[in-house]
């Protein structure tokens, strides 16, 4: 049995009935891992030893009749985007930089599903230190999208995508700084929640853009992915930005969206470029949540459209300045044999560090440079502070925003080469980041012309998550579509990826 | 070269001082909860948060902001209530994410003032000085009967980390030229940091010391750091101009760094006056650049040169939210403020009617000024000034000459101090005898009585006893006394001495030299 092709209610309740062990579900994951990722790429390492000792606990738990304390997760195979620290593990945010770093500590969200139970497969592919939207960016090869091996698995939280696509995990964890959980959740046909920035600590998450990341999970059900944000969520000592949340994220999954008010934004449905295919999706999943009760608000965002704007000043200084760490001196990639420091420090960073990131390192170090700093930072964030109160206008009005992820579906590799046009795709996740709210994706089945998974937006109040996760279980119950991908769903499966 | 004085007279120097003072009091680091541990073991107490390992992140340490608030209160600034944390960048293996987190273009503190009292020699430095009358003000210093107080405005204190220790190994004496790698102790990172910038009132060097003085005295008394210039926990940076009297234009500066005494400031800072005047004076420029200053070469050289300003790309840092102080936290850390030096000085005055000049000598030092106050609680207040006296003068002076010398600990307690002046000052024993028994205390750990029974060394104030000495002595030497009244008045020396020594030294010479007078002048 292919446990991790299975949902934690199903696998939880097969280890209380005794009809398997924890130790079966790990090993079974974990083969599945050796048969199938070859065709997938999503794995940069796996820890079968990690999975296999907490499998162990688990059992010893259910053993002594003590599993229902032991976490949301329990049983329940998992594995994380590998910018989080986990100890013992390779954490190389897919770059050559780190390709032999190894983790001294272990990050909070990671030790909390760890805490929760939850047996660590692995880390997942990425794309550089989650510069992109395709996971092409890995110094590690591509990850493939699990409904089409020729299309992108949208990025930068790529492989986490894959993996619960292609039922190599259950539950995964990435994150997501202008996109990167939701658009390769919508491209491989997930569910993907970012949660308001601040709910979910990000200690021991290797920053991008620390103002705009937010860890989050990856699941095939709307509950599975609540079960895990009431593992994750909540103040952590060790990050002054996290903030305290004590509810239950599925405490409303069944309440259905009778009198929710819903805002849809019409700017964003008639953007240029914005796929018909999308487009009709999420025009479907309005009239589905119409017809169960919500009511259908017209919004509107006047700033949003300067959001991408705003983001590529503040995304890259942030990252000038997190990755100024990878000197080469005490960890990372190092050139040897320089006469002096700056030698050394030159020759490292140009090739340790992908185009990409040496792109955004430069635009960075540029922005924040005397005299072109305050003609492009302090307006960023100018804009940043209208976004957000657009944001808050908004939610006088609605409990929930509806709208589009990205313009299309996952596309085919290569396709889109030019970096601006790949920061365009971005139009509908990143001012959800700017603004600090929390937004995700829930699959709403395959488009018309392209057979490819697509997905609407949910979008929530800053610690209202707990609205956007009722109205996407109300839609999920329409459309009944999330799932392992046909192509990995059955025996089929395993003969196609040998 | 010409001197100093000389060169003031021309040129009026411009001086801004950058203070660098470690938080040592606090248990832990700035942005972690590393233990702050002067001397431990390198790279013990260390980790992933001030290592800059990928995904750590900072938070603040609240105590240490409680410091830096008491340390503006104490220096009269206004707390700013909303304040960010920076990231300022630059590239070197000591800090270890490559930016140091520091505070932007608002700091906890801003706007302050101290000031100076400066006196003696040191006052004549200023030349607008010979124009005052007492109580008149000009420039920033008011004349007073003793010299001159000048109001040294403070810019700002800001919170920062400290970066962490190299070592540079395989050339000479550590330092980096020559050197074949470098070591890196990281004990020392993220060590919290305060630092206080002037405004650039000072105008002397000795001005300079004494803020630096006053500096110290104060953050030893609000106990917020060692303040250990030797071991580094404070350091001073002095920017440095000339420009000539009667002009208002700044000069270029020089910057001279890492002062690690308080003799180095002043005499960095007054062979850079010189210096600078000597190159202007010749028609040449000041470039800016940083200087060092050599103690025992007395000179300064240069360390490097500035061509452009260093683009540290500031930003606010973006993993600590803006820090907001609340009326009540400003107002508890108020209540915290302990008696500072200038307080205590004046009600030392106030209390004791000592002089200001003898009231500030005590407070210089918070160890003196407990000492002098825990014997003032026992002791009469005509002994306030003899004991000020034993002091400033005996106990400074041991002291200045062992700084390892812990006067709480040692075995002069302060009923031995007041017992010790109350013997001199009943005229029990001399002055003279005084300092033997001050010094016998400190060895042989007795009580002064105690010291003065053994060694028999009551003076001799009994008028009888001294006549019967005097005449002695003048009878057995009737020449000299022939030569006194012929006009050698200053016999009177010889005299006096053969006296005390007829007497082992415990005659009251101020009874022998007035017997003496009347004998010979009657």
Same mark, same amino acid.
Request: hydrophobic residues 40%.
């Given at each position: 049995?292919?446990?991790?092709?299975?949902?934690?209610?199903?696998?939880?309740?097969?280890?209380?009935?005794?009809?398997? *062990?924890?130790?079966?579900?790990?090993?079974?994951?974990?083969?599945?891992?050796?048969?199938?990722?070859?065709?997938?790429?999503?794995?940069?390492?796996?820890?079968?030893?990690?999975?296999?000792?907490?499998?162990?606990?688990?059992?010893?738990?259910?053993?002594?009749?003590?599993?229902?304390?032991?976490?949301?997760?329990?049983?329940?195979?998992?594995?994380?985007?590998?910018?989080?620290?986990?100890?013992?593990?390779?954490?190389?945010?897919?770059?050559?930089?780190?390709?032999?770093?190894?983790?001294?500590?272990?990050?909070?969200?990671?030790?909390? !599903?760890?805490?929760?139970?939850?047996?660590?497969?692995?880390?997942?592919?990425?794309?550089?230190?989650?510069?992109?939207?395709?996971?092409?960016?890995?110094?590690?090869?591509?990850?493939?999208?699990?409904?089409? #091996?020729?299309?992108?698995?949208?990025?930068?939280?790529?492989?986490?995508?894959?993996?619960?696509?292609?039922?190599?995990?259950?539950?995964?964890?990435?994150?997501?700084?202008?996109?990167?959980?939701?658009?390769?959740?919508?491209?491989?046909?997930?569910?993907?929640?970012?949660?308001?920035?601040?709910? !979910?600590?990000?200690?021991?998450?290797?920053?991008?853009?620390?103002?705009?990341?937010?860890?989050?999970?990856?699941?095939?059900? !709307?509950?599975?992915?609540?079960? #895990?944000?009431?593992?994750?969520?909540?103040?952590?000592?060790?990050?002054?930005?996290?903030?305290?949340?004590?509810?239950?994220?599925?405490?409303?999954?069944?309440?259905?969206?009778?009198?929710? /008010?819903?805002?849809?934004?019409?700017?964003?449905?008639?953007?240029?470029?914005?796929?018909?295919?999308?487009?009709?999706?999420?025009?479907?999943?309005?009239?589905?949540?119409?017809?169960?009760?919500?009511?259908?608000?017209?919004?509107?965002?006047?700033?949003?459209?300067?959001?991408?704007?705003?983001?590529?000043?503040?995304?890259?200084?942030?990252?000038?300045?997190?990755?100024?760490?990878?000197?080469?001196?005490?960890?990372?990639?190092?050139?040897?044999?320089?006469?002096?420091?700056?030698?050394?420090?030159?020759?490292?960073?140009?090739?340790?560090?992908?185009?990409?990131?040496?792109?955004?390192?430069?635009?960075?170090?540029?922005?924040?440079? *005397?005299?072109?700093?305050? /003609?492009?930072?302090?307006?960023?964030?100018?804009?940043?502070?209208?976004?957000?109160?657009?944001?808050?206008?908004?939610?006088?009005?609605?409990?929930?925003?509806?709208?589009?992820?990205?313009?299309?579906?996952?596309?085919?590799?290569?396709?889109?080469?030019?970096? #601006?046009?790949?920061?365009?795709?971005?139009?509908?996740?990143?001012?959800?980041?700017?603004?600090?709210?929390?937004?995700?994706?829930?699959?709403?089945?395959?488009?018309?012309?392209?057979?490819?998974?697509?997905?609407?937006?949910?979008?929530?109040?800053?610690?209202?998550?707990?609205?956007?996760?009722?109205?996407?279980?109300?839609?999920?119950?329409?459309?009944?579509?999330?799932?392992?991908?046909?192509?990995?769903?059955?025996?089929?499966?395993?003969?196609?990826?040998? | 070269?010409?001197?100093?004085?000389?060169?003031?007279?021309?040129?009026?120097?411009?001086?801004?001082?950058?203070?660098?003072?470690?938080?040592?009091?606090?248990?832990?680091?700035?942005?972690?909860?590393?233990?702050?541990?002067?001397?431990?073991?390198?790279?013990?107490?260390?980790?992933?948060?001030?290592?800059?390992?990928?995904?750590?992140?900072?938070?603040?340490?609240?105590?240490?902001?409680?410091?830096?608030?008491?340390?503006?209160?104490?220096?009269?600034?206004?707390?700013?209530?909303?304040?960010?944390?920076?990231?300022?960048?630059?590239?070197?293996?000591?800090?270890?994410?490559?930016?140091?987190?520091?505070?932007?273009?608002?700091?906890?503190?801003?706007?302050?003032?101290?000031?100076?009292?400066?006196?003696?020699?040191?006052?004549?430095?200023?030349?607008?000085?010979?124009?005052?009358?007492?109580?008149?003000?000009?420039?920033?210093?008011?004349?007073?009967?003793?010299?001159?107080?000048?109001?040294?405005?403070?810019?700002?204190?800001?919170?920062?980390?400290?970066?962490?220790?190299?070592?540079?190994?395989?050339?000479?004496?550590?330092?980096?030229?020559?050197?074949?790698?470098?070591?890196?102790?990281?004990?020392?990172?993220?060590?919290?940091?305060?630092?206080?910038?002037?405004?650039?009132?000072?105008?002397?060097?000795?001005?300079?010391?004494?803020?630096?003085?006053?500096?110290?005295?104060?953050?030893?008394?609000?106990?917020?750091?060692?303040?250990?210039?030797?071991?580094?926990?404070?350091?001073?940076?002095?920017?440095?101009?000339?420009?000539?009297?009667?002009?208002?234009?700044?000069?270029?500066?020089?910057?001279?760094?890492?002062?690690?005494?308080?003799?180095?400031?002043?005499?960095?800072?007054?062979?850079?006056?010189?210096?600078?005047?000597?190159?202007?004076?010749?028609?040449?420029?000041?470039?800016?650049?940083?200087?060092?200053?050599?103690?025992?070469?007395?000179?300064?050289?240069?360390?490097?040169?500035?061509?452009?300003?260093?683009?540290?790309?500031?930003?606010?840092?973006?993993?600590?939210?803006?820090?907001?102080?609340?009326?009540?936290?400003?107002?508890?850390?108020?209540?915290?403020?302990?008696?500072?030096?200038?307080?205590?000085?004046?009600?030392?005055?106030?209390?004791?009617?000592?002089?200001?000049?003898?009231?500030?000598?005590?407070?210089?030092?918070?160890?003196?000024?407990?000492?002098?106050?825990?014997?003032?609680?026992?002791?009469?207040?005509?002994?306030? /000034?003899?004991?000020?006296?034993?002091?400033?003068?005996?106990?400074?002076?041991?002291?200045?000459?062992?700084?390892?010398?812990?006067?709480?600990?040692?075995?002069?307690?302060?009923?031995?101090?007041?017992?010790?002046?109350?013997?001199?000052?009943?005229?029990?024993?001399?002055?003279?005898?005084?300092?033997?028994?001050?010094?016998?205390?400190?060895?042989?750990?007795?009580?002064?009585?105690?010291?003065?029974?053994?060694?028999?060394?009551?003076?001799?104030?009994?008028?009888?006893?001294?006549?019967?000495?005097?005449?002695?002595?003048?009878?057995?030497?009737?020449?000299?006394?022939?030569?006194?009244?012929?006009?050698?008045?200053?016999?009177?020396?010889?005299?006096?001495?053969?006296?005390?020594?007829?007497?082992?030294?415990?005659?009251?010479?101020?009874?022998?030299?007035?017997?003496?007078?009347?004998?010979?002048?009657?």
């Amino acid at each position: 049995m292919d446990f991790a092709c299975m949902g934690v209610d199903a696998i939880q309740a097969g280890l209380r009935a005794g009809d398997f *062990s924890a130790t079966e579900v790990a090993q079974s994951s974990l083969d599945r891992i050796e048969r199938i990722d070859g065709s997938v790429n999503a794995f940069l390492e796996v820890t079968p030893e990690l999975a296999l000792a907490k499998a162990a606990e688990v059992d010893k738990a259910i053993a002594e009749g003590t599993f229902d304390q032991m976490g949301p997760l329990a049983g329940v195979p998992v594995a994380f985007k590998d910018n989080m620290n986990q100890i013992g593990t390779h954490t190389t945010c897919a770059s050559r930089m780190l390709e032999n770093y190894v983790s001294p500590y272990t990050a909070t969200c990671v030790q909390k !599903v760890i805490d929760a139970g939850g047996l660590p497969l692995g880390k997942l592919n990425m794309d550089e230190f989650a510069f992109g939207s395709t996971t092409e960016t890995s110094a590690f090869g591509t990850t493939k999208n699990p409904w089409g #091996t020729d299309r992108v698995p949208g990025g930068s939280s790529g492989g986490s995508a894959a993996a619960v696509a292609a039922g190599l995990a259950t539950v995964t964890l990435g994150s997501d700084t202008g996109g990167s959980i939701r658009q390769p959740a919508s491209f491989c046909g997930v569910v993907g929640v970012k949660p308001t920035y601040g709910a !979910v600590s990000r200690y021991g998450v290797v920053a991008f853009g620390s103002s705009l990341d937010q860890v989050g999970p990856f699941a095939r059900n !709307v509950r599975d992915a609540a079960l #895990t944000l009431n593992a994750l969520c909540g103040r952590d000592p060790l990050d002054c930005t996290s903030q305290a949340c004590d509810f239950d994220f599925t405490a409303n999954l069944d309440q259905g969206v009778e009198g929710m /008010k819903v805002g849809i934004v019409p700017a964003f449905l008639d953007a240029e470029g914005l796929d018909r295919e999308v487009r009709n999706a999420v025009m479907g999943a309005a009239d589905k949540l119409a017809s169960l009760g919500a009511e259908i608000v017209e919004i509107e965002l006047p700033n949003a459209q300067a959001a991408i704007s705003a983001y590529y000043v503040l995304a890259p200084c942030e990252a000038f300045s997190n990755l100024s760490r990878f000197d080469s001196v005490r960890y990372g990639y190092c050139d040897p044999g320089h006469k002096d420091l700056g030698g050394q420090y030159e020759a490292s960073r140009a090739q340790g560090f992908g185009v990409e990131a040496r792109r955004r390192i430069m635009l960075g170090s540029y922005l924040l440079s *005397s005299g072109v700093y305050d /003609k492009y930072y302090y307006p960023a964030q100018q804009i940043r502070t209208l976004i957000t109160q657009d944001y808050l206008n908004a939610y006088q009005k609605v409990d929930v925003i509806l709208s589009p992820i990205a313009p299309s579906v996952a596309w085919k590799f290569g396709a889109v080469s030019d970096p #601006t046009s790949m920061y365009l795709a971005d139009m509908f996740t990143i001012s959800i980041n700017i603004a600090g709210n929390g937004g995700m994706n829930l699959p709403v089945g395959l488009g018309e012309d392209s057979g490819m998974p697509v997905g609407v937006q949910l979008i929530a109040p800053p610690f209202k998550d707990a609205n956007m996760l009722r109205a996407a279980a109300a839609l999920e119950r329409e459309y009944q579509c999330v799932g392992v991908a046909p192509d990995f769903a059955g025996e089929a499966a395993v003969k196609g990826g040998e | 070269m010409k001197t100093m004085e000389e060169v003031l007279k021309d040129w009026e120097a411009v001086i801004g001082l950058e203070v660098h003072c470690e938080l040592t009091k606090l248990n832990t680091k700035m942005f972690c909860g590393c233990k702050l541990e002067f001397g431990a073991e390198p790279n013990t107490h260390t980790c992933p948060v001030c290592l800059g390992l990928p995904g750590a992140l900072p938070v603040p340490n609240k105590a240490a902001i409680e410091n830096i608030v008491l340390a503006g209160l104490a220096t009269n600034c206004d707390i700013e209530k909303h304040t960010m944390f920076y990231r300022k960048g630059y590239m070197y293996p000591d800090m270890a994410k490559n930016f140091q987190t520091t505070q932007g273009p608002k700091a906890f503190c801003m706007r302050g003032w101290l000031d100076l009292n400066v006196d003696g020699k040191g006052a004549s430095e200023r030349p607008i000085m010979a124009q005052l009358e007492e109580g008149e003000s000009a420039e920033n210093v008011t004349r007073t009967a003793e010299g001159y107080t000048a109001r040294v405005g403070i810019t700002r204190i800001h919170m920062e980390e400290d970066a962490g220790k190299m070592i540079h190994m395989g050339g000479g004496e550590g330092r980096i030229s020559g050197a074949t790698h470098s070591l890196v102790d990281y004990n020392r990172a993220g060590t919290p940091l305060i630092e206080l910038v002037t405004e650039p009132d000072l105008r002397t060097p000795e001005e300079a010391r004494l803020f630096m003085q006053k500096l110290r005295q104060i953050f030893l008394a609000l106990g917020i750091s060692d303040c250990s210039m030797e071991e580094g926990s404070l350091r001073a940076d002095g920017n440095i101009s000339l420009r000539r009297r009667g002009t208002t234009q700044f000069g270029t500066k020089t910057e001279l760094k890492n002062i690690n005494s308080f003799k180095s400031l002043h005499d960095g800072l007054a062979y850079e006056i010189c210096r600078q005047a000597e190159v202007l004076e010749e028609g040449g420029i000041i470039y800016q650049e940083t200087r060092h200053w050599d103690p025992s070469a007395k000179r300064t050289i240069v360390m490097r040169v500035k061509e452009t300003a260093d683009d540290y790309r500031m930003f606010p840092d973006p993993d600590l939210a803006p820090y907001d102080l609340s009326d009540e936290f400003i107002e508890a850390v108020r209540a915290k403020l302990p008696e500072l030096p200038d307080q205590k000085a004046a009600r030392f005055v106030e209390s004791f009617g000592l002089s200001g000049y003898d009231s500030r000598q005590l407070v210089e030092n918070m160890a003196t000024a407990d000492f002098f106050e825990a014997c003032m609680l026992d002791a009469d207040a005509k002994l306030a /000034k003899p004991l000020a006296n034993l002091i400033n003068n005996d106990i400074a002076a041991l002291m200045n000459a062992d700084q390892d010398f812990d006067l709480a600990s040692s075995s002069l307690t302060p009923a031995r101090a007041v017992a010790l002046v109350d013997l001199v000052a009943k005229d029990a024993i001399s002055s003279k005898q005084g300092k033997e028994v001050f010094a016998a205390i400190l060895e042989e750990d007795k009580d002064p009585a105690a010291i003065v029974e053994e060694r028999g060394m009551k003076q001799v104030s009994d008028t009888g006893a001294i006549e019967a000495v005097v005449d002695e002595v003048l009878a057995a030497n009737p020449d000299k006394v022939e030569q006194y009244k012929g006009g050698k008045t200053g016999l009177i020396g010889f005299f006096v001495g053969q006296c005390m020594k007829a007497m082992k030294g415990q005659g009251n010479p101020k009874l022998i030299n007035q017997m003496l007078s009347q004998k010979l002048e009657g």
